[in-house]
T-cell receptor, first 117, second 113 residues
Framework: AQKVTQAQTEISVVEKEDVTLDCVYE???????LFWYKQPPSGELVFLIR??????QNEISGRYSWNFQKSTSSFNFTITASQVVDSAVYFC??????????????FGQGTELSVKP | NAGVTQTPKFRVLKTGQSMTLLCAQD?????MYWYRQDPGMGLRLIHY???????AKGEVPDGYNVSRLKKQNFLLGLESAAPSQTSVYFC????????????FGPGTRLTVL
């Protein structure tokens, strides 16, 4: 069965600290896709990144970076030099690759990040 | 483009009342989804559609029905609302292929008294 676990329910940091949000997933499929979404206090869901199971290359986008490790079934998200605007709930999600699964997302429980000035 | 829109934004129902949530997308996406978000549980899939005229059950379909009569619209119905259906409902759509991200609507906050 598919499952996504974000063990950190809440994280609080002071501005400029680095923070890593953990995501561990379970799937039996060899083809799958992983996503991160951000939900700021305003409530909308903002897409951050996707990664397919065949691409283990890490990615950096400005202060954001993602570390995908198939060996540990993890897809962790690091914010460098955090800012108050990073305060949000962050969701990791999994989608299996089989067409008959419809591309539906399995979400983790979310990690609420609070960045204090 | 408006993207994905949801109507209404807020609604309060009494137990046993019925209502329909409307999701509309103007991106010509094949796939559409309804999720509910509850505290500490992330988002859970209610129903989804892989194309006009097709629907399928997700993880938590009980108490809900859906219809996709037009490609751009995906309706979520509650026939007899229960307090357990108090939640924030999100609609999403995405184009093929399978690795594309889902585009989410702004959400509908529903309270059932």
């Amino acid at each position: 069965a598919q499952k996504v676990t974000q063990a950190q329910t809440e994280i609080s940091v002071v501005e400029k600290e680095d923070v890593t949000l953990d995501c561990v997933y379970e799937t039996r499929d060899t083809t799958y896709y992983l996503f991160w979404y951000k939900q700021p206090p305003s409530g909308e869901l903002v897409f951050l990144i996707r990664r397919n199971s065949f691409d283990e290359q890490n990615e950096i986008s400005g202060r954001y970076s993602w570390n995908f490790q198939k060996s540990t079934s993890s897809f962790n998200f690091t914010i460098t030099a955090s800012q108050v605007v990073d305060s949000a709930v962050y969701f990791c999600a999994l989608s299996e690759g089989r067409v008959n699964q419809g591309g539906k997302l399995i979400f983790g429980q979310g990690t609420e990040l609070s960045v204090k000035p | 483009n408006a993207g994905v829109t949801q109507t209404p934004k807020f609604r309060v129902l009494k137990t046993g009342q019925s209502m329909t949530l409307l999701c509309a997308q103007d991106m010509n996406h094949e796939y559409m989804y309804w999720y509910r978000q509850d505290p500490g549980m992330g988002l859970r899939l209610i129903h989804y559609s892989v194309g006009e005229g097709t629907t399928a059950k997700g993880e938590v379909p009980d108490g809900y029905n859906v219809s996709r009569l037009k490609k751009q619209n995906f309706l979520l119905g509650l026939e007899s609302a229960a307090p357990s259906q108090t939640s924030v409902y999100f609609c999403a759509s995405r184009p093929p292929p399978m690795d594309n991200e889902q585009f989410f609507g702004p959400g509908t906050r529903l309270t059932v008294l």
